[in-house]
T-cell receptor
Framework: NAGVTQTPKFQVLKTGQSMTLQCAQDMNHNSMYWYRQDPGMGLRLIYYSASEGTTDKGEVPNGYNVSRLNKREFSLRLESAAPSQTSVYFC????????????FGPGTRLTVT | AQTVTQSQPEMSVQEAETVTLSCTYDTSESNYYLFWYKQPPSRQMILVIRQEAYKQQNATENRFSVNFQKAAKSFSLKISDSQLGDTAMYFCAFMKREAWAGSYQLTFGKGTKLSVIP
């Protein structure tokens, strides 16, 4: 099993450009999450999806949109990238059986110049 | 809202020695989970250990154990017989135990960078 996969692994954008970060899980999990990790800040929740068809804001949602495409896939979109969005982005998922355990993808390092 | 504080930005330990990483948290919840995650240089987030707040017994996973003091809102991680592969960032994290089958959000501390010295 691949677990949680994220594409791309690295990306450089210019200010104002848009892009979508992709996340997929093959563990049949209901819940999926997007976090960002900045130096010295730990991980902070951007958006989450408790189940297919639902999404909710986390701690730092401004400047982002999400789509829960189906049970497997949860994408994060930056409509107009800003230098403040330079970060490492992690996707995670959790199931109902062990809902407290989140499985993380390998992360995407995004640089906005 | 919950907050998680890790007061040690960096620590080092000699190989085979024991080290303790500190974590305190603030919450008004009575039902929750606490976690320690490890992030090696590969960047992958790895769950090290979990503690349910309603359990008085401290969790243990091989060389990793916790000291959970609920009244003091303290949750420290002890690593015994430290190995070079333990070199990583360690994050303490909090999760509310929701009454409904919704989403379970993690609140992370800022992390402690642990270096194991040969």
């Amino acid at each position: 099993n691949a677990g949680v996969t994220q594409t791309p692994k690295f990306q450089v954008l210019k200010t104002g450009q848009s892009m979508t970060l992709q996340c997929a899980q093959d563990m049949n999990h209901n819940s999926m999450y997007w976090y960002r990790q900045d130096p010295g800040m730990g991980l902070r929740l951007i958006y989450y999806s408790a189940s297919e068809g639902t999404t909710d804001k986390g701690e730092v949602p401004n400047g982002y949109n999400v789509s829960r495409l189906n049970k497997r896939e949860f994408s994060l979109r930056l409509e107009s990238a800003a230098p403040s969005q330079t970060s490492v982005y992690f996707c995670a998922s959790s199931g109902t059986a062990s809902y407290y355990e989140q499985y993380f993808g390998p992360g995407t390092r995004l640089t906005v110049t | 809202a919950q907050t998680v504080t890790q007061s040690q930005p960096e620590m080092s330990v000699q190989e085979a020695e024991t080290v303790t990483l500190s974590c305190t948290y603030d919450t008004s919840e009575s039902n929750y989970y606490l976690f320690w995650y490890k992030q090696p240089p590969s960047r992958q987030m790895i769950l090290v250990i979990r503690q349910e707040a309603y359990k008085q017994q401290n969790a243990t996973e091989n060389r990793f154990s916790v000291n959970f003091q609920k009244a003091a809102k303290s949750f420290s991680l002890k690593i015994s017989d430290s190995q070079l592969g333990d070199t990583a960032m360690y994050f303490c994290a909090f999760m509310k135990r929701e009454a409904w089958a919704g989403s379970y959000q993690l609140t992370f501390g800022k992390g402690t960078k642990l270096s194991v010295i040969p």
